[in-house]
């Protein structure tokens, strides 16, 4: 198998583990920040667990790699926090499909910042992307929590948008692994004030579904995604990561009894189908 073939396998699998991990925001009875820390604490700690059973090296090259993916890391931590916040005052449903607008972002950005050439098969797969999540959310109404939940999903989107490009940047330098535990470490770090700011309490389920979140759903998937982007460009990376909102929302009407709308399920038919596009063209 070519090395692009099981790069694009690579970031098809983690998006699938993705897509699950929303469940976790209906699953856990706690804050939305803290099911973020505790997806970034023990994704960390398992990668460290991982190295150290490797002697793996885990030096960076330059100062300014450390800085530069520091600052991912702290982006990491507003994506999720912004993310999980969509669903726990929204839907599953809401909160996968707004996200997955991020691809937008990308499509304008990448040419700008890697010097490429803006091509109209590119803004035609970003222009049906954006077409499928207004069918999705035809109505914004600052009272009701449909409306706080897009806004927070567009949050989740432009904080993903923008770390996505930085991992681009340093995918064919480092591997994912490297790359996702420096900044899950950070998100961590970032993250710890919120254990003295919110009020909570876990149970032993809920810790055991952290766990499971950090090592599995987050740790393995983000690798997986992050090391699959040394051949795959960020933008097709991103239209593929659209697929996270047709396995979230299946899996949110089959487990939890979330069923979508028509107009859910017709918006999501037009991504999946600029998301399939993009991996055909990625691949040829």
Known sequence: ??????????????????????????????????????????????????????????????????????????????????????????????????????????????????????????????????????????????????????????????????????NRGYASKYEGTLIAFYEQLTATAVLIPSLFLTTFSATLSDMVMLLLLGVVFTAAAHSMFIGGMKTIKAQSAAMISSLESVYGIAAAAILLKEIPQFDEIAGGAIILGAALYSTIKSYK
């Open 1 to 166: 198998m070519r090395n692009s073939a099981k790069d694009l396998l690579r970031i098809h699998l983690a998006v699938l583990l993705f897509g699950l991990s929303g469940l976790f925001g209906r699953l856990v009875s706690l804050p939305a920040v803290i099911i973020v820390l505790g997806r970034v604490f023990f994704a960390s700690v398992s990668m460290f667990v991982m190295f150290a059973a490797r002697r793996k090296e885990v030096r960076l090259a330059k100062t300014r790699d450390y800085l530069m993916l520091a600052l991912a890391g702290l982006i990491l931590a507003a994506h999720w926090t912004a993310f999980f916040m969509s669903i726990k005052v929204s839907t599953i449903a809401i909160a996968v499909l707004t996200y997955s607008t991020f691809p937008l972002f990308i499509t304008f950005a990448e040419p700008l910042l890697f010097g490429e050439k803006l091509k109209k098969s590119d803004l035609l797969s970003a222009i049906a992307m954006f077409i499928g999540v207004t069918l999705i959310v035809p109505e914004f109404n600052i009272s009701n929590d449909v409306t706080v939940g897009v806004l927070w999903g567009m949050a989740s989107s432009v904080t993903f948008a923008a770390m996505t490009l930085i």
